[in-house]
DNA sequence: TTTAAAATTTAGGTAAATCTAAAAATTAAA
DNA sequence: TTTAATTTTTAGATTTACCTAAATTTTAAA
């Protein structure tokens, strides 16, 4: 039986996972899941033992093939709760993610195929997130992140990767929602922010707001 | 803050009131909740000091009124849940229990009354048991314990007063689900079992599940 | 290449929720 | 009303998931 606590540690190392090719180091995964390196090493030595993780003393962690799994099937709970909350229950994006961080640790495996279903198997969340199928797939991607256009080219928000509260009530401050038209305007090499326009109206970000638009391109 | 495992206590507690005027003994929610009478000690403790429950030391305990209300808001949302699960995702009455006690620890006040306008402010779950409403009221019920018939008079059954799977599947072996009509032929003395009819059917049942048999007479 | 800083682990502890075994209180039986 | 049985509580442990502080290892700087 894996704990509640031991998902959201493995779900934490596989959202980082995606954003380095390096073994997951223990205080990358204390930041993320606000919690203390000592605690992480702790768990970490619990995941080892339960095989979900593979772990060299002060070199870091990876996923194991069935942490993979189990992380992966967390993923596609929160994110098949989230686009039932909104699709059904009328929550807006901003709403949801709190809401999923329980939702998500529900077992029942005929529930998650049964709400996949009854979703119509949903491709992506409300914050364009991929909702990997019950097979674990995600769906093909054709996004790039906002931080990574050049100066010039434009497209349309898809997705963004993260979907805090406090994150998506800023992208609603400025008026930036899944289908919005961002063209860059000016890249600024000091701090790596960028001019940018949101549906013609022009604007200034963070290389940390950029970092977590994804943008499809024309 | 309210854990886990002082809601489930909470709820068993408001079980067994419903079926009892004194004070809820040790060994009862000991029982109900398959656990230690020195560990319900322990809890009990824990529920008096946040003032959930009224303790006498060897008297047993009744819930306070923060303590009720806490309760009623746990059945509520464990109905409204199997309601979704069998209405929605097609889920039938004998599976949705277990999952239901997993989704009634969601916190999140603003989902329960989404899910119960979503469903249309239903006054009954899947097994005819009433569900109270945002303020905590109950419906009115005007059904009478299958063993508390009279000899020779019928009537339909509209709920269950237990939903454990066990039950559940017995009863769907004997064909008996909400509005099988149900008469009394006999009442056996020696162990208070009946001989019924179920839509004209004869067949014996014990006690144990005419007392758990809600029926409304015509 | 030695030293200082940063990252990680270990040691020792706490709180929640459980357990077994023993003690104390209540209830039922003789 | 005394004794025996039953119920309940207390004492002492265990497991999980945390924490702080100290020790160790790795990395970066001088
Ligand atoms: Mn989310
Ligand atoms: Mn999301
Ligand atoms: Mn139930
Ligand atoms: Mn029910």
Redesign the interface.
């Known amino acids: 039986m894996i704990t509640l606590a031991e998902e959201n540690y493995l779900k934490a190392i596989l959202k980082l996972s995606k954003n380095s090719e390096n073994s997951i180091s223990t205080n990358a995964i204390a930041d993320e899941l606000e919690t203390k390196a000592s605690s992480v090493t702790d768990m970490i030595k619990k995941l080892t033992d339960k095989q979900l993780v593979d772990y060299v003393p002060y070199r870091g962690v990876n996923l194991s093939k069935s942490g993979l799994n189990k992380a992966i099937e967390i993923v596609r709970k929160h994110r098949l709760w989230e686009v039932f909350?909104v699709t059904?229950?009328?929550?807006k994006w901003d709403?949801v993610h709190?809401?999923a961080e329980?939702?998500e640790h529900?077992?029942?495996q005929?529930?998650v195929d049964?709400?996949d279903t009854?979703l119509g198997y949903p491709q992506h969340d409300p914050h364009g997130e991929p909702i990997p199928n019950k097979d674990g797939q995600f769906p093909k991607s054709f996004s790039k992140r906002l931080s990574e256009l050049e100066k010039g080219s434009s497209g349309q928000v898809v997705g963004v990767s993260q979907d805090n509260q406090s994150f998506l009530q800023y992208l609603n401050s400025l008026k930036i929602t899944l289908g919005t038209s961002i063209r860059v305007i000016q890249k600024i090499d000091f701090d790596n922010s960028l001019e940018i326009t949101i549906n013609n109206e022009s604007a200034h970000i963070s290389n940390d707001v950029a970092r977590n638009l994804l943008i499809k391109q024309k």
Chains 1, 2 share one sequence.
């Open positions: 909350l059904k229950l009328q929550f709403e709190y809401i329980q939702l529900i077992k029942s005929k529930l049964a709400l009854y």
